[in-house]
């Protein structure tokens, strides 16, 4: 077997170990690690063929339970997804030059795992992150090495072995300590301890980042190319609003699926319109999909059209939708599957979904409405304490039903029940 078929066996033999679950494509396996979903090299299809509408067909189907989508390949193909070439470079001659690499050692990685999270914004993620590094370590030999600045640790990276292959991964550098080689250092120490018992040392670059022409001076060539693919989720996608009993969030594919079959349960007395717009009167899959997919694409910063799902025990119960409407104001609106209904979740999430507008977007005021047959709706609102300050007419049948127009000020805002909120991206 040729050095590049076994750096292509070693990374496919730890995938393999990593998986929690494996799924069979038309175009190859699909790997995941449920308990870590927002780790995307834990959670991906591993096409080995197919043409690019086939292989993105597949990860739709299979990745249909998670926000992102994800495809490696050593096939050189464009999805229209964010793509990343990877070189695949084998240790085979010596460095242009040689550091002192006295102050690189061995460390455990609960040394760095919490330094590596300066490069997350969302903690969340950085955690799964690190723990997907601890996996790492109970699949295959790992050995941590960093350099030290003075006591500082500045500089890290670690060496997985397995049948005389070894491939140096994560190399990092803290900002604070960039520009004064320790990089190169723990690098250069690596390859020397990976060298001393394996006959192949690899490691991978991005095709047009820096760090592959400081690989190149320590004598690392390009044995092969891989490619990763990534339809990174929407940032709202991380949003999470919690209270007692509910959580708030965006829902996967999947998670729509569930929630369309609580919509065909029933939402309301069929022989009464509660909607404006009676969506309920011709139920359609894949229209309702496509409202929510729209939704989440016109979601900006300053422009949000948020249809929040309603979690209970983790299953899907209803909606809580919130968007903007003028500066400075925004407008809800909501729904409970009929089974869900006079148990207080209405009044959960519409206290939640207030607290998140008047407490993170700052929103001066937030708007309502119900026709006046609602009761339930209606009730909500009051006790949440919007005011009256209108109405008008809509005929979602043909018959025109008066809707009463609300509104609730922020410094009239009482919550109801006590929320956490995180995940918020702007």
């Not at 078929?5 to 679950?21: M, N, P, S, W, Y």
């Not at 601890?134 to 600045?149: E, K, N, P, S, T």
Request: charged share 30%; proline share 4%.
């Amino acid at each position: 077997m040729h050095d590049a078929e076994r750096i292509r066996a070693f990374g496919r033999a730890l995938d393999d170990r990593l998986a929690q679950r494996v799924e069979r494509t038309p175009v190859g396996d699909a790997l995941f690690v449920d308990d870590l979903p927002q780790v995307y090299m834990l959670n991906y299809v591993r096409a080995d063929r197919g043409e690019p509408d086939e292989i993105k067909a597949a990860a739709d189907t299979a990745m249909e339970h998670l926000h992102h989508r994800k495809v490696f390949t050593y096939l050189d193909l464009d999805f229209g997804w964010r793509k990343h070439e990877h070189l695949v470079m084998q240790h085979l001659r010596e460095p242009d030059r040689r550091v002192d690499t006295s102050h690189v050692r061995d460390v455990d990685f609960e040394e760095i795992a919490p330094l590596r999270m300066y490069d997350y914004e969302n903690a969340e993620e950085g955690a799964q992150l690190n723990e997907a590094q601890r996996r790492v370590g109970q699949a295959i030999d790992v050995r941590w090495l960093a350099a030290f600045d003075g006591d500082d640790l500045a500089a890290w990276c670690h060496i997985r072995s397995a049948d005389g292959v070894a491939q140096i991964e994560d190399v990092n550098t803290l900002p604070l300590f960039r520009g004064r080689g320790h990089g190169r250092a723990v690098v250069q120490h690596a390859i020397d301890e990976a060298r001393a018992t394996h006959d192949v040392v690899y490691l991978e670059a991005l095709e047009h980042d820096w760090p592959r022409e400081l690989y190149d001076r320590l004598g690392f060539v390009t044995v092969d190319r891989c490619y990763h693919h990534l339809r990174a989720p929407h940032p709202a996608t991380s949003l999470r609003i919690r209270t007692p009993r509910l959580e708030l969030r965006l829902a996967t594919v999947a998670e729509l699926r569930e929630l369309y079959r609580v919509a065909e349960a029933g939402i309301h007395d069929p022989a009464v319109m509660m909607f404006e717009i009676p969506w309920t009167d011709d139920l359609n899959e894949e229209q309702f999909f496509g409202y929510h997919r729209e939704q989440l694409e016109l979601t900006t910063p300053d422009d949000f059209h948020l249809q929040l799902i309603a979690f209970l025990d983790g299953r899907p119960i209803g909606t809580q939708g919130i968007n903007t409407h003028g500066p400075g104001r925004v407008v809800t609106g909501s729904w409970l599957g009929a089974a869900y209904q006079r148990h207080g979740y209405g009044t959960e999430m519409r206290s939640a979904v207030l607290s998140f507008a008047f407490d993170v977007l700052g929103a001066d005021a937030a708007v309502s409405g119900a026709f006046l047959e609602n009761e339930g709706s209606r009730g909500v609102s009051t006790k949440l304490g919007y005011r009256e300050v209108g109405s008008h007419f809509v005929s979602p049948r043909g018959e025109p039903m008066e809707h009463v127009d609300l509104e609730l000020r922020r410094e009239e805002f009482r919550p109801l029940v006590d929320v956490e909120i995180r995940g918020w991206p702007w």
